[in-house]
């Protein structure tokens, strides 16, 4: 085949292979403690990918982390335009502060590199259409990290869902208890809602998932800070959805103000219940006790307890030791994916992202009516 002067041979199947499989060279832009010990470790374990460089407004510690990586490129950057190593990167990976990541992410796809982002997408509305609507004109993928959904418990619990193991869906909880003594980013109270903002992300994209329709906004319910913070003490959040003509309860309860720091989400249904530790990565899935006798009553105490423990000892080593992932090794596989092949990345594109961002600025719409609306900012 002839194409301009020069002869153009096909490949053969070898080669295709070595171009199919040539490394998607990935830079980082943000080296906060989710940047360092869930993005940099779930790179390392894939094969496609090769961190080829490394940004943060902190020079010195882009430096420090790419001596301990071994990775010759980094430089100190608070935008695209001021990455020295930006050529070279096929995707950037932006892990900032949320109010950074709409100027990041539009920049990078204008530079023509692919992107994924850490949650929340963007801080409004407007914004997160604006770049989800640039990558499709650009031709690249965009792709955000709701990680939880592929966990190896949300997983279990999903298998179990479509192998109706649970049965008729009857309800949907989630309920989040935060310990504000826990570590925490600097900047959470400088969000709408602050740190409601920042983590509600995690509960709406996992009832998002495992709720059996669309879910429509009901009510939302919250109670001020007990010491004056921007983040409210509680929110509680009702959603419906409809199946067979029929309405189902999803519920969002967040307390912000607790004792100990919980995630748990739970469906359930007419045959059984399956509950997820979010933290501790952990599937429980407790058969219908019917009428809650004492046999069913200490049948039930004892598969819970026996369920957590030997789960307990598989994870809670690999917790200890900082190397349970929670499902971002899936959510940069997926992204290698897309990019491959050109679609868009399953249950993590940008409008995914944009979908989860409505569903919160909706919530914090309803607590604060009177504020400016970030979902119209």
């Given amino acids: 085949m002839i194409i301009g002067s020069k002869p153009f ?55 420090r982390w790419a001596r301990k990586l071994g990775i010759r490129q980094h430089c100190g950057a608070s935008s695209i335009a001021e990455i020295d190593w930006l050529s070279k990167a096929d995707a950037i ?27 929340p997408f963007t801080m409004t509305a407007l914004e997160g259409e604006e770049l989800v609507e640039l990558a499709k004109l650009a031709g690249k993928r965009l792709a955000i990290v709701h990680n939880f959904q592929f966990a190896s418990s949300t997983q279990r619990l999903i298998r179990d869902l479509e192998n109706d193991e649970i049965g008729t869906v009857r309800s949907v909880v989630a309920f989040q208890w935060g310990n504000p003594l826990r570590r925490l980013p600097v900047w959470y109270e400088d969000l709408p809602g602050g740190l ?3 983590e509600s992300p995690h509960l709406l994209y996992l009832v998002r998932r495992l ?5 429509r906004l009901v009510n939302v319910d919250s109670c001020p800070s007990t010491s004056g913070k ?39 249904g007419d045959k059984a219940v399956g509950m997820v530790d979010v933290f501790r990565d ?7 006790d019917g009428l809650h006798l004492a046999s069913t009553v200490l049948r039930t105490s004892w598969r819970a307890t026996a369920m957590h423990w030997f789960q307990h000892f598989i994870n809670g080593p690999l917790h200890f030791a900082g190397r349970l992932l929670y499902g971002n090794q899936t959510i940069f596989q997926r992204f290698a994916a897309a990019i491959d092949n050109g679609h868009e990345a399953k249950d993590v594109s940008g409008e995914d992202a944009l979908a989860v961002l409505k569903m919160q600025l909706a919530i914090i719409e309803a607590i604060d009516p009177g504020r400016d609306s970030p979902a119209q900012a």
């Fill in 9 to 63: 041979v096909l490949p053969g199947r070898n080669e295709l292979q070595v171009i199919k499989m040539q490394k998607i060279r990935i830079g980082l832009v943000g080296l906060g403690w989710v940047s360092t010990h869930r993005h940099i470790p779930a790179l390392l374990r894939n094969p496609r990918f090769e961190i080829i460089g490394l940004a943060d407004r902190d020079a010195a510690l882009a430096a």
């Fill in 93 to 119: 990976d932006v892990v900032t502060a949320p109010m950074a990541h709409y100027a990041l992410i539009k920049d990078a796809l204008l530079a023509g590199k692919h992107v994924i982002t850490e949650k």
């Fill in 196 to 198: 409601f903002f920042d």
């Fill in 211 to 215: 709720a059996p329709g669309p879910l």
């Fill in 230 to 268: 921007n983040t409210p003490a509680s929110v509680d959040a009702s959603f419906r959805t409809e199946v067979n003509g029929k309405e189902i309860p999803v519920t969002v309860s967040c307390r912000f103000e607790a004792p100990l720091s919980e995630w748990h989400v739970a469906v359930l």
């Fill in 282 to 288: 952990i599937y429980l899935k407790l058969p219908n």
